[in-house]
Every structure is written in structure tokens, then in C-alpha cells.
């Protein structure tokens, strides 16, 4: 029944199919999304990456070994049909195409765990089983494209603001964030770990390309289960020289808004499959002290020791009043990693900040010490030992010029735009604490 593709290979997508091709012939393939007998009649909608497009056959008009294979077509068939364009004012999109010769490339094995057209609602975790089947379903397939469009303008930004694309080691002998916790792995004869950031390679490359940029993904042990934390992620990592974190905060508000501009006009149709009307915020975004943020929580009644990172209820009961972007500037130095630059009148505090939109965190970063001694003495005040980062120090003594950064977590950024509230919906294949499959 499984037949071969043999010389047929398509000449149009389902979108390319216009009234304009009538009387035409073309090969289309996909997937049968639905079928309806009706009869003497039989109407195939057949899926392809994009769009739908209908495929009527009349048992007067087509050749009656067609009309019986048509007959047998289930959900999900993939098939190649070739046959002729017909303007129809019935149809869709004002066109339909009449077959003239129809190849069954693979079947399907019934029950399917979910339901591809999405109409029938299925739990996350049955979802991410049959993931290449919930790909299928139009609501995930809007926020996969979404996200290759914000990919692009992400990569187009920085090229065209004049950042170098680099990639650095994921293998990697010493932690570069303090907090989350390190995956081991086997090297050779020696214990390494998956990288949790790109964080020194990319403040050291800016002595050599002085702006920099990866898009990558690190690694962090994060135990707890949450609907914004995974153990595998894609980071979006910029490093600049002689700038501070006032300079690469703007890059991020401007990035943020160009990636915002670019998914509003490319994927008017994503969007609106996710039934999301996305709105452009004004620049620049509020900024808040750290000590800002600690009185609007105290006056919520949720009092945080100074000092201390923000824990989940005091974000989630931020989120309540902030609705949109915002930055929380002038944060405590010890709760922030060693890299930081502590402020010059205050040390106390630091130049570090978070991007926020509204609960979620989306993006932090900073100025950087570049100075090797204060960098040695924030290392050792944090408990790590400066040997350990030998190879990283010795840079400083190489004319390290004085830099900033900051790391943008892409599916969090993505949960914004599509407006879902679990991290697992932007990743492809998530990887948890209970999740290593498929
Ligand atoms: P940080 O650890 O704050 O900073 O991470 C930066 C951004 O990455 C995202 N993120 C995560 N997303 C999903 N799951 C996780 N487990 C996870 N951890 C982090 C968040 C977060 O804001 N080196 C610094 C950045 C810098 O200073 O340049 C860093 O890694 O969106």
C-alpha cells in the first residue's frame, strides 16, 4: 500500500496555490488533515508546512480506481496528489484542485496519542510525548515559527549594529555562574561539565573582537520544577568593550523592540492563530533600584532581607503590578556572581541588572570588572578559588578592556511574545528534572 515518491516531487506549496494557476497541473504533498465523503463526492484537505488546501474529487469526473483510493485515505496519510488547479467559489480560498493521480507515501497507526488538528485538548506531558505530532497542531506550529523569525532578527540585529557571531566550548573545567548547579560529564580521564553560560569566553573575546555574539545552548542542574526553568536552554549572549551596563541595556531594550517589530509584520498569521495582539512597548523601559522593588513588595506585604535574590511568590506578586518590560537596576553585590563590577562610591552594591516582563525574568547582565585583582578578590570573597580560573585570569593581563554584557534566555523571551505560561511550550524537545525523553 506504501508507495515511493519515484520522479514526483512537488511544484507548489498549498499557499502558492492561487485561483491565478487555474487549468494548471501540480504536484502537491502533505499530510491529510481531514476527509469528507460525501457520497458521490470526496473532499481531502491536505496539510503541508504551509497551510491547507482542498482536493475535491467527483466520481463522475475522476477515473474510478482513483476514486477508490481516495476512499481510503485516513487522517494523517502523507500522500503526493498531481492534478489540475480549479478556480471554485466553494472552496477556501476560492481554488481546489481536481486529482488526476494520487500516491499513498506512508499510513498511520490508529489511535494517534493526540489529536493533530488541536481540537481535541491535550495535557502538556502527552503533548511533549508525541511532540512531532503536537508539532502538527496549529497553535505549536505558530510559536515554532515565531521563534525561527525571532532567531533571525536576533542574528540580524547584532550583525547589523557590528557584533561578531561566536561560538564557545559547551565542554567546560569550571563553573561560570554561582547558584544553579553543574552537569558532570566524562572526559576522557577526567571530569568536565556542561557549560552554564558562555560568560567567560565571551568577556574574554572582547579583548580580540570587542563585541560579541552567541546564540547557544548551556546547561544547568536546576532541580526544582517550575514552568520557567529547564536543564537545557538556548541563550542569546552579547559581550561589548568599553561599554557599561547602561550602553548594553539599551541594546537590549532596542533588540527587544526590533525582534517585537519584526514577529509583528512577518507572522500576522502566527499571531493571530495564537490569538495574540502583540503590542509594542515605549522605550526606554522603567528602571527600578533593587531597594525600589524591596519597598513595593513590603508595602505588599511580602518583606525581603536585604541582599537576597527575589524568591518566586515576590516576582509572581510583581508580575501583578508591573504588566509590561522593565529593569531592576543597582542590585546587592552578593547576590550577584563575581564577574560583576561593584559600584565605584558603593560597593555595597553593583552595576548589575535583570530584564523583567512583568514576572518573568527575561535577560540580566552588567558591567564587568576588568580589573584582575578586584576580579581575584570577588572570586575569593564568593568562595571560589582563583586557581581554578587561572587560564580566564590571565587574559586580564593581556589589555582586558572594560566591558558589558548580558545573557537573554530565548524561550523565556518567546513565552512573552506567545503568551504562554509554560517554558516547555517554546522548546522543541524540553529537558527537565523528569524529562530527558523524547
Ligand atoms: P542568568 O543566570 O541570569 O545570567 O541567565 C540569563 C537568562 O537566562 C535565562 N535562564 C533560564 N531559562 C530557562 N531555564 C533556566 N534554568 C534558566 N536559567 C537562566 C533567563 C535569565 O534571565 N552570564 C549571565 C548573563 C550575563 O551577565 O551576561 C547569566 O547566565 O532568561
Not at 506550529?141 to 532567531?151: E, S, T
Not at 540580524?156 to 567546560?172: H, L, M, R, S
Not at 560579541?212 to 548551556?218: A, D, H, K, Q, S
Request: aromatic share 10%.
Amino acid at each position: 500500500m506504501i508507495e515511493e515518491l519515484g520522479d514526483w516531487r512537488r511544484t507548489h506549496w498549498s499557499s502558492e496555490i492561487s485561483p491565478e494557476l487555474n487549468g494548471k497541473e501540480v504536484i502537491v504533498c502533505g499530510w491529510v488533515q481531514r476527509i469528507r465523503k460525501l457520497g458521490k463526492l470526496i473532499f481531502v484537505i491536505l496539510r503541508d508546512k504551509e497551510g491547507t488546501l482542498q482536493i475535491t474529487a467527483h466520481q463522475n469526473t475522476v477515473d474510478s480506481n482513483l476514486f477508490e483510493k481516495l476512499k481510503k485515505l485516513k487522517n494523517e496519510y502523507v500522500i503526493a496528489v498531481k492534478g489540475i488547479v480549479k478556480e471554485s467559489a466553494e472552496a477556501k480560498k476560492g481554488v481546489e484542485i481536481v486529482p488526476k493521480e494520487i500516491k499513498i507515501l506512508n499510513t498511520v497507526k490508529f489511535p494517534l496519542p493526540l489529536d493533530p488538528t488541536g481540537k481535541v485538548p491535550a495535557e502538556i506531558d502527552t503533548r511533549l510525548d508525541a511532540r512531532i505530532l503536537d508539532l502538527r497542531r496549529p497553535t505549536t506550529f505558530a510559536i515554532f515559527k515565531i521563534r525561527h523569525v525571532v532567531l533571525q532578527s536576533i542574528r540580524k540585529f547584532f550583525v547589523k549594529n557590528g557584533f561578531i557571531e561566536v561560538n564557545t566550548p559547551k565542554i567546560i573545567a569550571t563553573a561560570t555562574e554561582g547558584g544553579t548547579e553543574l552537569f558532570p560529564v566524562s572526559y576522557f580521564e577526567r571530569v568536565a561539565y556542561l557549560a552554564q553560560s558562555p560568560q567567560l569566553y565571551k568577556e574574554e573575546l572582547t579583548a580580540a573582537f570587542e563585541k560579541v555574539f552567541e546564540i547557544g545552548p548551556v546547561f544547568r542542574a536546576e532541580e526544582h520544577r517550575t514552568t520557567r526553568h529547564l536543564a537545557e536552554l538556548i541563550m542569546v549572549d552579547m559581550e561589548e568593550a568599553f561599554a557599561t551596563a547602561d550602553d548594553v541595556m539599551k541594546t537590549l531594550e532596542e533588540l527587544i523592540i526590533c525582534v517585537l517589530q519584526e514577529v509583528k509584520e512577518k507572522c500576522t498569521v502566527e499571531l493571530e492563530t495564537l490569538n495574540r495582539k502583540l503590542e509594542i512597548p515605549k522605550t526606554p523601559f522603567p528602571r527600578y533600584t533593587y531597594d525600589e522593588i524591596l519597598k513595593v513588595l513590603e508595602k505588599e506585604n511580602m518583606p525581603i532581607p536585604w541582599g537576597e535574590d527575589l524568591p518566586t511568590p515576590a516576582v509572581r506578586k510583581l508580575g501583578e503590578k508591573f504588566k509590561g518590560p522593565y529593569f531592576i537596576v543597582d542590585w546587592p553585590t552578593e547576590s550577584k556572581p563575581f564577574y560583576i563590577k561593584p559600584k565605584d562610591n558603593n560597593p555595597k552594591i553593583c552595576e548589575a541588572f535583570d530584564l523583567m516582563w512583568s514576572w518573568l525574568e527575561l535577560a540580566s547582565g552588567g558591567t564587568r570588572i576588568h580589573n584582575k585583582e578586584l576580579l581575584i578578590e570577588r572570586l575569593r570573597s564568593q568562595g571560589l578559588n582563583p586557581e581554578s580560573f587561572k587560564y580566564h585570569l590571565q587574559t586580564f593581563d593581556w589589555g582586558m578592556p572594560p566591558h558589558a554584557g548580558f545573557g537573554l534566555g530565548l524561550a523565556r523571551l518567546l513565552m512573552v511574545i506567545c503568551r504562554v505560561n509554560n517554558i516547555r511550550e517554546c522548546v522543541l524537545f524540553p529537558r527537565d528534572v523528569d524529562r530527558l525523553v523524547p
